[in-house]
């Protein structure tokens, strides 16, 4: 089954509004990354958080990761048209170096 | 700079036909190597993984196989195509990642390819 699970799977908001992606996992982590997917292309590493973060910045992203809970967040905000896309968590396990990617979050921005 | 390349784009091919889809990897060696598929809409499924030449790895019991002839080309091949390998093939290659040091991996993706089995 997989790793990681996103929620909720299809987002619809207004440009400008924040955008918040949450994921689900359940074994014990190296890092947690969140990758994004453009129609019809290959994925693009975004964000990576290690296992000891809670949180990480990066432009107007903004990732949370409470491994009590096994679960992240990706906050997008004053989102932008152009950030409509898929956006998946993928988990670094602890026992290796394999990637197990989540089923992605369907992001629309309207303009 | 590391670029990594898979062709076709897209490919429609009759069921029961052979398939051969190429990944290259540039500016990198001994790379890490994995085949992905995604079916619309859904997450990536891994379909093997390599860590070197001639070693591969397989996830799921399926109608397709993969080889690396050589350091940097990784091939995804099947020789009779079902109607359900019809996806998006995703070739990836593994980087560690420099800022936070060893252990910590991320994976570059090529453009991907869409296949079509009719």
């Known amino acids: 089954s997989q790793q990681g699970e996103e929620d909720p799977q299809a987002l619809s908001i207004q440009e400008g509004e924040n955008a918040t992606m949450n994921c689900s996992y359940k074994?014990?982590?190296?890092?947690l990354q969140w990758y994004r997917q453009n129609s019809g292309r290959g994925l693009v590493h975004l964000i990576l958080?290690?296992?000891?973060?809670r949180e990480k910045h990066s432009g107007r992203l903004r990732v949370t990761l409470d491994t009590s809970k096994k679960s992240s967040s990706l906050l997008i905000t004053a989102s932008r048209a152009a950030d409509t896309a898929s956006y998946f968590c993928?988990?670094?396990?602890?026992?290796?170096?394999?990637?197990?990617f989540g089923e992605g979050t369907q992001l629309t921005v309207n303009p | 700079s590391q670029t990594i390349h898979q062709w076709p784009a897209t490919l429609v091919q009759p069921v029961g036909s052979p398939l051969s889809l190429e990944c290259t990897v540039e500016?990198?060696?001994?790379?890490?190597l994995y085949w992905y598929r995604q079916a619309a809409g859904r997450g990536l499924q891994l379909l093997f993984y390599?860590?070197?030449?001639?070693?591969i790895s397989s996830e799921v019991p399926q109608n397709l196989s993969a080889s690396r002839p050589q350091d940097r080309q990784f091939i995804l091949s099947s020789k009779k195509l079902l109607l359900s390998d019809s996806g998006f093939y995703l070739c990836?290659?593994?980087?560690?990642?420099?800022?936070?040091?060893?252990?910590?991996?991320?994976?570059?993706f090529g453009p991907g390819t869409r296949l079509t089995v009719t």
């Open positions: 990836a290659w593994r980087a560690e990642f420099k800022l936070t040091g060893r252990g910590t991996y991320e994976q570059y």
């Open positions: 074994t014990s982590i190296n890092n």
């Open positions: 958080i290690r296992s000891n973060e």
């Open positions: 993928a988990t670094q396990e602890t026992s290796g170096s394999r990637l197990t």
């Open positions: 500016g990198t060696s001994n790379p890490n």
């Open positions: 390599s860590v070197g030449i001639g070693q």
